[in-house]
């Protein structure tokens, strides 16, 4: 079963891979951005691909890298990180990587973005560990490197870059404009998000870059132009997802939102080859040959996935008629419904107006194996048919044992690594590390995702304790045995020529041979505290109970600390 399954991947890749040189951008796919300029561009931009399907699921992800992430007529992963030859289907080495920080938006699992395939790549655990959720950014190679492995590298960003974090990631030159196009994406299709860290980004719809992210991600956009890597593999997303990266299509028009062209209207006849149609009946999503993919489900367990249909000129007064087409050499059809309120039909005037009509998809297996079927959409003027496949497979429900957890690893004021052993021969999707953090007295407790029996913790308070679950299914083990982890006894750090520290309980007591000016201090995760523009020997700062970085142009390295209530 498992071969069979791989077995349907890889052969879907192989024929993504083969078409996507010859495949267009779908007929009235971008006329809503005709004659848009900035602001307005990039609102017009947000509306065609956001909303978009969703994925089956995150622990399905391992499946979707095999079509969009493996090498032409290769097994081998194609991972922008690291140029460690791993192979598909074992995805053992390599975790589920957020291009675009997940924590800098919180981290939310409900959030589309958590499951956007425009930003998730696979990437080998090391390099993905030191990168954690650094700004891009050029490093200064004349200063301290704290990671590099010829693809990339981690280290002090050159002067106007990083955006007060202490670190930047430097990918690669042949993968800059990956990277570029891909955050342009994310603060176009997100730009509604609410933003935990501004390293790069602001809190606004537009530009919501910053500036010196904005220079850089323009100048990698315009360095390393788009690759076949990065087109077909937009149109294996587009095939699962129904939305593209604009920015690959037409990597100009980020010039036209924050560049040179900013002010001027994007005139969609110059950028485009035949397909901007504003007449005939055109279903704009989905496209032919997508994939609605349930990923595996437990027997007795209903997965569901959304389908936007959204069309341009569709005949007035008639309706596109959706039906599961029925396979009876596999009888699919028995284990997909298309949700009773549409009645397998959308009217024209619906699909025709800008939001277009959402259709909820389920998958209710029966019995165990692998499914699959269409879905076909008609009518209403398009030609013929357009057919979206739909595919999941039935496994037995889970019996997961709980993990056992281990002494933590590497603790210093600021971080530690979680560790623990998982029962041993279980299949596990992943590991969710429940946090329980002290602070000021009061418990806050976090959920955190693990790809290995092992996580690193980059923003330790001094004071917390973790539990372990294997995830299968969605389905969750029995919490593992509690582990404490502490920095008691810990009073003082680091200190350097020109400033020392002393801590006290609510405050930080400065000591200085002259006035050190520009001082930032930061928590772990690059969050802004305090900006003094001088500091004076002997000057006290209250600061609330966590863990701090301290820098100024005036120090050779960042100075930590870690400050307590009592």
Same mark, same amino acid.
């Given at each position: 079963?498992?071969?069979?399954?791989?077995?349907?991947?890889?052969?879907?890749?192989?024929?993504?891979?083969?078409?996507?040189?010859?495949?267009?951008?779908?007929?009235?796919?971008?006329? *809503?951005?005709?004659?848009?300029?900035?602001?307005?561009?990039?609102?017009?931009?947000?509306?065609?691909?956001?909303?978009?399907?969703?994925?089956?699921?995150?622990?399905?992800?391992?499946?979707?890298?095999?079509?969009?992430?493996?090498?032409?007529?290769?097994?081998?992963?194609?991972?922008m990180y690291?140029?460690?030859?791993l192979?598909?289907?074992?995805?053992? &080495?390599?975790?589920?990587?957020?291009?675009?920080?997940?924590?800098? /938006? &919180?981290?939310?699992?409900?959030?589309?973005?958590?499951?956007?395939?425009?930003?998730?790549?696979?990437s080998?655990? *090391?390099?993905?560990m030191?990168k954690?959720?650094?700004?891009?950014? +050029?490093v200064? $190679?004349?200063?301290?490197?704290?990671?590099?492995?010829?693809?990339?590298?981690v280290?002090?960003?050159?002067?106007?870059?990083?955006?007060?974090?202490?670190?930047?990631?430097?990918?690669? !030159?042949?993968?800059?404009?990956?990277?570029?196009?891909?955050?342009?994406?994310? %603060?176009?299709?997100?730009?509604?998000?609410? /933003?935990?860290?501004?390293?790069?980004?602001?809190?606004?719809?537009?530009?919501?870059?910053?500036?010196?992210? $904005?220079?850089?991600l323009?100048?990698?956009?315009?360095?390393?132009?788009?690759?076949?890597? @990065?087109?077909?593999?937009?149109?294996?997303?587009?095939?699962f997802?129904?939305n593209?990266?604009?920015?690959?299509?037409?990597?100009?028009?980020?010039?036209?939102?924050? &560049?040179?062209?900013? =002010?001027?209207?994007?005139?969609?006849?110059?950028?485009?080859?035949?397909?901007?149609?504003?007449?005939?009946?055109?279903?704009?999503?989905?496209?032919?040959?997508?994939?609605?993919?349930?990923g595996?489900?437990?027997?007795?367990q +209903?997965?569901?996935?959304? #389908?936007?249909?959204?069309?341009?000129?569709?005949?007035?007064?008639?309706?596109?008629?959706?039906?599961?087409?029925?396979?009876?050499?596999?009888?699919?059809?028995?284990?997909?419904?298309?949700?009773?309120?549409?009645q397998?039909?959308?009217?024209?005037?619906?699909a025709?107006?800008?939001?277009?009509?959402?259709?909820? %998809?389920?998958?209710?297996?029966? @019995?165990?194996?692998?499914?699959?079927? $269409?879905?076909?959409?008609?009518?209403?003027?398009?030609?013929?048919?357009?057919?979206?496949?739909? $595919?999941?497979?039935?496994?037995?429900?889970?019996?997961?044992?709980?993990?056992?957890?281990?002494?933590?690893?590497? %603790?210093?004021?600021?971080?530690?690594t979680?560790?623990?052993?998982? *029962?041993?021969?279980?299949?596990? !999707?992943?590991?969710?590390?429940?946090?329980?953090?002290?602070?000021? =007295?009061? *418990?806050?407790?976090?959920?955190?995702?693990?790809?290995?029996?092992s #996580?690193?913790?980059?923003?330790?308070?001094g004071?917390?304790?973790?539990?372990?679950?294997?995830?299968r299914?969605?389905?969750?083990?029995?919490?593992?045995?509690?582990?404490? %982890?502490?920095?008691?006894?810990?009073?003082s750090?680091?200190?350097?020529?020109?400033?020392?520290?002393?801590?006290?309980?609510g405050?930080?007591?400065?000591?200085?041979?002259?006035?050190?000016?520009?001082l930032?201090?930061? +928590?772990?995760?690059?969050?802004?505290?305090?900006?003094?523009?001088?500091?004076?020997?002997?000057?006290?700062?209250?600061?609330?109970?966590?863990?701090?970085?301290?820098?100024?142009?005036?120090?050779? +390295?960042?100075?930590?600390?870690?400050?307590?209530?009592?």
């Amino acid at each position: 079963m498992f071969y069979n399954r791989m077995l349907s991947w890889l052969l879907l890749a192989t024929a993504l891979s083969a078409a996507a040189a010859d495949r267009l951008i779908p007929k009235g796919y971008y006329n *809503a951005i005709d004659g848009k300029s900035e602001a307005a561009l990039k609102t017009a931009v947000y509306n065609v691909i956001n909303p978009h399907t969703l994925i089956s699921s995150y622990n399905n992800l391992p499946q979707y890298f095999q079509v969009t992430d493996v090498y032409p007529q290769s097994s081998r992963w194609w991972d922008m990180y690291s140029d460690i030859p791993l192979y598909a289907p074992s995805f053992r &080495g390599l975790n589920r990587e957020h291009s675009f920080p997940k924590s800098w /938006w &919180g981290g939310s699992t409900e959030t589309p973005a958590y499951i956007d395939l425009n930003h998730l790549y696979p990437s080998e655990a *090391a390099a993905n560990m030191a990168k954690s959720n650094y700004p891009l950014g +050029t490093v200064d $190679r004349t200063k301290r490197i704290d990671f590099e492995n010829g693809v990339t590298t981690v280290g002090f960003a050159v002067a106007g870059q990083g955006g007060g974090a202490s670190l930047v990631f430097e990918p690669a !030159d042949e993968y800059k404009g990956d990277f570029a196009r891909t955050y342009f994406y994310m %603060v176009t299709c997100y730009q509604d998000l609410h /933003w935990k860290y501004l390293f790069m980004v602001d809190n606004n719809t537009y530009p919501t870059l910053n500036n010196w992210s $904005r220079n850089l991600l323009l100048k990698w956009n315009e360095q390393d132009p788009v690759s076949q890597k @990065e087109i077909d593999r937009n149109e294996a997303v587009y095939s699962f997802q129904n939305n593209r990266n604009p920015f690959i299509d037409f990597p100009e028009l980020a010039e036209y939102i924050w &560049g040179e062209h900013r =002010g001027e209207p994007f005139i969609l006849n110059d950028h485009i080859d035949g397909n901007y149609d504003s007449g005939s009946p055109t279903l704009i999503n989905p496209s032919q040959g997508s994939m609605l993919e349930f990923g595996e489900v437990a027997l007795g367990q +209903t997965a569901t996935a959304r #389908l936007l249909i959204h069309g341009e000129n569709l005949t007035k007064g008639a309706s596109l008629r959706l039906r599961i087409y029925d396979n009876s050499e596999t009888s699919g059809a028995t284990h997909f419904a298309i949700d009773g309120s549409n009645q397998g039909s959308v009217a024209a005037s619906v699909a025709n107006s800008p939001q277009g009509q959402w259709v909820t %998809v389920s998958y209710s297996p029966k @019995e165990l194996g692998m499914h699959t079927t $269409r879905l076909v959409i008609s009518g209403a003027g398009i030609e013929g048919s357009v057919g979206v496949g739909l $595919r999941g497979e039935c496994l037995p429900e889970p019996t997961l044992t709980a993990p056992v957890a281990t002494a933590a690893t590497d %603790v210093t004021a600021t971080s530690y690594t979680a560790n623990w052993t998982p *029962a041993p021969d279980e299949v596990v !999707d992943y590991w969710v590390v429940n946090r329980t953090l002290y602070i000021g =007295g009061t *418990a806050q407790t976090e959920q955190l995702i693990a790809e290995d029996s092992s #996580l690193t913790i980059t923003d330790f308070c001094g004071s917390e304790s973790y539990t372990v679950q294997s995830v299968r299914l969605g389905f969750k083990s029995p919490e593992s045995n509690s582990i404490s %982890v502490s920095t008691a006894g810990i009073t003082s750090v680091e200190t350097n020529a020109k400033l020392g520290i002393s801590t006290m309980p609510g405050a930080i007591l400065i000591t200085c041979s002259e006035t050190i000016a520009s001082l930032r201090i930061f +928590t772990p995760s690059g969050r802004l505290v305090r900006a003094l523009d001088n500091v004076e020997n002997n000057q006290l700062i209250e600061l609330p109970a966590g863990a701090y970085i301290l820098t100024s142009p005036q120090l050779s +390295t960042p100075l930590k600390t870690i400050v307590k209530n009592e």
